[in-house]
């Protein structure tokens, strides 16, 4: 079965840190771009950050810049996202996606047409 599952979130103060887990089943995400994106409560779900096929072709949008860190571990096929420095805003449901044609800038903007899993919840609140 094809599948990415998301893992790492929980409920953490204003200024901690989570790491994120996308982890593949069924095939190689080396091949892949790969997104995480988020989806805040009554907003409509957005890109945070892409990786390229290419570990160091990365794009975060600008709320997260500074503060979040993509990274590929291919022995573990699983793509994390770091989330330092974290405010209330943050909060929301993550998920990842994969696209195998695109470019990481474009991925990111592109929320809508991708298939999501179950995701995993961030909360961040004191």
């Known amino acids: 079965q094809v599948q990415l599952v998301e893992s790492g979130g929980g409920l953490v103060q204003p200024g901690g840190s989570l790491r994120l887990s996308c982890t593949a089943s069924?095939?190689?995400?080396?091949?892949?771009?790969i997104g995480w994106f988020r989806q805040a409560p009554g907003k409509e779900r957005e890109g945070v950050s892409c990786?390229?096929?290419?570990?160091?072709?990365?794009y975060y949008v600008d709320s997260v810049k500074g503060r979040f860190t993509i990274s590929r571990d291919r022995a573990k096929n699983t793509v994390y996202l770091q989330i330092n420095s974290l405010k209330v805003e943050d909060t929301g449901v993550y998920y990842c996606?994969?696209?195998?044609?695109?470019?990481?800038?474009?991925?990111?903007?592109?929320?809508?047409?991708?298939?999501y899993g179950q995701g995993t919840q961030v909360t961040v609140s004191s």
């Open positions: 069924g095939f190689s995400l080396d091949y892949y771009y």
């Open positions: 996606a994969a696209d195998g044609l695109t470019n990481v800038q474009a991925m990111c903007h592109a929320a809508l047409r991708y298939d």
């Open positions: 990786i390229g096929v290419s570990d160091d072709n990365t």
